[in-house]
């Protein structure tokens, strides 16, 4: 299974900020993606992240909130802008890895955000 | 739309004893895939299982299976001899066409000794 890393692990932020938040894999996957996991619940798909055009972004996300960049099949990156206290949540970008006869997702493990 | 549900928010089970974790779902689509994730207090995310729509029998991966029931719209996972570090959120999630995961609210196991 391909190993996914993400940095920052963890911050803590005041609000108005913007954080930017990397994922690398350790190998090329056509399909990424990020999520969102409030306190104390499930996780919620942000976007799609594309490589060579924009971001597919689920109702309720937008562009102009959650900015994504996609430039090679290895790397991606989120940016949490004009923080707010709803904000605070761990973001953790996946990868797809299709086997022969399956598509199996894999995690990171994840960005713990607060937002103060 | 897609939607997955679970249940049951809590279960405690004593050790070694079989567990089996109810997962409903959802879908229009006709191809689909299902998934069982686990997170332990650490916040992790490990894949454990997948399921597709067309596959014929019932996935396995070591101490856990996927009971899949396609006209009840039905993916349970079941642990076989449950231990103590199996004590962990626990989340179904399903996939359609070419987007992300749809998650379950998930069900907290606890394995008591």
């Known amino acids: 299974s391909a190993v996914i890393s993400q940095k920052p692990s963890r911050d803590i932020c005041q609000r108005g900020t913007s954080l930017t938040i990397q994922c690398q894999v350790d190998s090329q996957v056509t399909m990424m993606f990020w999520y969102r996991q409030q306190p104390g619940q499930s996780l919620t798909l942000i976007a799609t992240?594309?490589?060579?055009?924009?971001?597919?972004?689920e109702s309720g996300f937008v562009i102009d909130k959650f900015p994504i960049s996609r430039p090679n099949l290895t790397f991606s990156t989120l940016t949490v802008s004009n923080m707010s206290p709803e904000d605070s949540s761990i973001y953790l970008c996946?990868?797809?890895?299709?086997?022969?006869?399956?598509?199996?997702?894999?995690f990171g493990p994840g960005t713990r955000l607060t937002v103060t | 739309a897609q939607k997955i549900t679970q249940t049951q928010p809590g279960m405690f089970v004593q050790e070694k004893e079989a567990v089996t974790l109810d997962c409903t779902y959802d879908?229009?689509?006709?191809?689909?895939?299902l998934f069982w994730y686990k997170q332990p207090s650490s916040g992790e995310m490990i894949f454990l299982i997948y399921q597709g729509s067309y596959d014929q029998q019932n996935a396995t991966e070591g101490r856990y299976s996927l009971n899949f029931q396609k006209a009840r719209k039905s993916a349970n996972l079941v642990i076989s001899a449950s231990q103590l570090g199996d004590s962990a959120m626990y989340f179904c999630a399903m996939r359609g066409g070419a987007d992300g995961l749809t998650f379950g609210k998930g069900t907290h196991l606890i394995i008591q000794p």
């Open positions: 879908t229009s689509d006709p191809s689909y895939g």
């Open positions: 996946s990868v797809e890895d299709q086997g022969l006869a399956s598509y199996e997702q894999y």
């Open positions: 992240a594309n490589q060579g055009s924009e971001a597919t972004y």
